[in-house]
Nanobody, 124 residues
Framework: QVQLVESGGGLVQAGGSLRLSCAAS????????MGWFRQAPGKEREFVAS????????SYAASVKGRFTLSRDNAKKTVYLQMNSLKPEDTAVYYC?????????????????WGQGTQVTVSS
């Protein structure tokens, strides 16, 4: 069984930064891409960013491109989402997910494992 645990969420003022981490435990038998999604109250879960198994390829939602950076450390089975220049509209629960394929994936349906989520609140 694979478990994903997010950390690093919290309350920050607009313009501030946070770094989210997602640590994987258990056994994933194949190379896997990782992604972050978020869900604001009353809204559907939406794609934020994805990174390939090697880390060489990344993809970002237009709303976060240039502000968020996704990286990974496979030795630690951990991915990091650096979020800069945060805006109130970034407020949401952020979920980490793993996809049992090597390339980036933008759709929720591609992902096989999910974390419980971490709250990010950006005040104006």
């Amino acid at each position: 069984q694979v478990q994903l645990v997010e950390s690093g969420g919290g309350l920050v003022q607009a313009g501030g930064s946070l770094r989210l981490s997602c640590a994987a435990s258990g056994r994933i038998s194949s190379p896997y891409a990782m992604g972050w999604f978020r869900q604001a109250p009353g809204k559907e879960r939406e794609f934020v960013a994805s990174i390939s198994w090697s880390g060489a390829a990344t993809s970002y939602a237009a709303s976060v491109k240039g502000r968020f950076t996704l990286s990974r450390d496979n030795a630690k089975k951990t991915v990091y989402l650096q979020m800069n220049s945060l805006k109130p509209e970034d407020t949401a629960v952020y979920y980490c997910a793993a996809d049992r394929s090597a390339g980036v994936a933008l759709s929720i349906v591609n992902y096989d494992y999910w974390g419980q989520g971490t709250q990010v609140t950006v005040s104006s």
